[in-house]
């Protein structure tokens, strides 16, 4: 009976924090400006914008936050360091999206109950602006966005902000040329429908990721039947498969081989089919056909 620890140390997304900045900065400059349109034009549809871009904004200072906890060393206390803040953090940055939600649908029926007059023109730049703040920000992190959680999270929110800004200008164009100031509110809730939508992915990976779930993309059975594939390797059991980070993922299983003397190399091809399948920390026990466990669980 033996064990095997696979410690490959992936790096945070370090390359990503000067495009974070460069993002908080443009978002958080609309923010203040659609905001004072917004107050000074009485709409609900840019107030509602610029409170979810301040989300977003609270969201990108957030990531970089998780970035610098997931470089924390590992101590006695916390012997992964803090790489799970990162989960944690993309927990918190789903739920203020949904608070931001809530928000916007009493604001909304509010207005319905008591519509007030807006300048059509004034929403459609301010929004036409968000559009390219919006659009840039999520291709600066499209990149990044298909290997962390969090990053993901930043795009699909500035994806989504893009749309809406679409849809703002399109209700900034209808009063305009129409009077109809209810479609101000209509917005709005359109609005809150879109984040909501973007938002329920996230919440449900983070939900699962915090309670130690098997990570999105990584499937136990095939990962099992691709573990039996490898020489020497006669069943697998006792799988367990949870995440350490957002971009982390580790293992732990029992490994049944023909001949122990086979363990030095069934490990070695282990660890690295298993890094290709995204899993980077694996914790292996070896042993024989009718060997029994004392060490570990049965």
Same mark, same amino acid.
């Given at each position: 009976?033996?064990?095997?620890?696979?410690?490959?140390h992936?790096?945070p $997304?370090?390359?990503?924090?000067?495009?974070?900045?460069?993002?908080?900065i443009?978002?958080?400059?609309?923010?203040i400006?659609?905001?004072?349109?917004?107050?000074?034009q009485?709409?609900?549809?840019?107030?509602?914008d610029?409170?979810?871009?301040l989300?977003?904004?609270?969201?990108?200072?957030?990531?970089?936050?998780a970035?610098r906890?997931?470089?924390v060393?590992?101590?006695?206390?916390?012997?992964?360091?803090?790489?799970?803040?990162?989960?944690?953090?993309?927990?918190?940055?789903?739920?203020?999206?949904?608070?931001?939600?809530?928000?916007i649908?009493?604001?909304?029926?509010?207005?319905?109950?008591?519509?007030?007059?807006?300048?059509? $023109?004034?929403?459609?730049?301010?929004?036409?602006v968000?559009?390219v703040?919006?659009? $840039?920000?999520?291709?600066?992190?499209?990149?990044?966005q298909?290997?962390?959680?969090?990053?993901?999270?930043?795009?699909?929110?500035?994806?989504?902000?893009?749309?809406?800004?679409?849809?703002?200008?399109?209700?900034?164009?209808?009063?305009?040329?129409t009077?109809?100031?209810v479609?101000?509110?209509?917005?709005?809730?359109?609005?809150?429908?879109v984040?909501?939508?973007?938002?329920?992915?996230?919440?449900s990976?983070?939900?699962?990721?915090?309670?130690?779930?098997?990570?999105?993309?990584?499937?136990?059975?095939?990962?099992?039947?691709l573990?039996?594939?490898?020489?020497?390797?006669?069943?697998?059991?006792?799988?367990?498969?949870? $995440?350490?980070?957002?971009?982390?993922n580790?293992?732990?299983?029992?490994?049944?081989?023909?001949?122990?003397?086979?363990?030095?190399?069934?490990?070695h091809?282990?660890?690295?089919?298993?890094?290709?399948?995204?899993?980077?920390h694996?914790?292996?026990?070896?042993?024989?056909?009718?060997?029994?466990?004392?060490?570990?669980?049965?």
């Open positions: 009976m033996s064990h095997h620890h696979h410690h490959h992936a790096e $997304a370090n390359g990503l924090s000067w495009i974070f900045i460069l993002s908080i443009l978002n958080l400059s609309f923010v400006i659609e905001a004072v349109i917004g107050f000074w009485d709409s609900l549809s840019l107030l509602s610029a409170g979810h871009n989300s977003d904004v609270l969201s990108l200072v957030l990531v970089l936050v970035f906890l997931a470089k060393h590992s101590n006695n206390r916390f012997t992964y360091g803090y790489k799970k803040s990162t989960v944690l953090i993309s927990l918190l940055n789903a739920i203020i999206l949904l608070v931001a939600v809530g928000a649908i009493v604001e909304s029926i509010h207005k319905f109950r008591t519509p007030v007059e807006v300048n059509g $023109a004034a929403i459609s730049w301010t929004a036409a968000g559009i703040i919006n659009g $840039a920000t999520a291709l600066l992190l499209m990149r990044g298909k290997h962390d959680l969090n990053v993901r999270g930043a795009f699909l929110h500035m994806a989504a902000d893009t749309l809406v800004s679409v849809g703002v200008v399109v209700s900034g164009i209808v009063i305009y040329y009077g109809w100031y479609i101000d509110p209509i917005i709005s809730l359109v609005i809150a429908a984040i909501l939508v973007s938002t329920w992915e996230l919440l990976d983070s939900l699962r990721l915090s309670l130690d779930g098997t990570p999105e993309g990584i499937e136990v059975t095939e990962i099992r039947e573990m039996l594939k490898q020489p020497h390797v006669e069943d697998v059991h006792h799988i367990h498969i949870w $995440a350490i980070s957002t971009t982390e580790a293992l732990t299983a029992h490994i049944v081989v023909d001949e122990l003397q086979n363990e030095a190399e069934v490990k091809m282990l660890k690295h089919t298993l890094a290709d399948a995204g899993i980077t694996a914790t292996l026990e070896t042993e024989t056909d009718g060997c029994v466990c004392e060490e570990l669980s049965c």
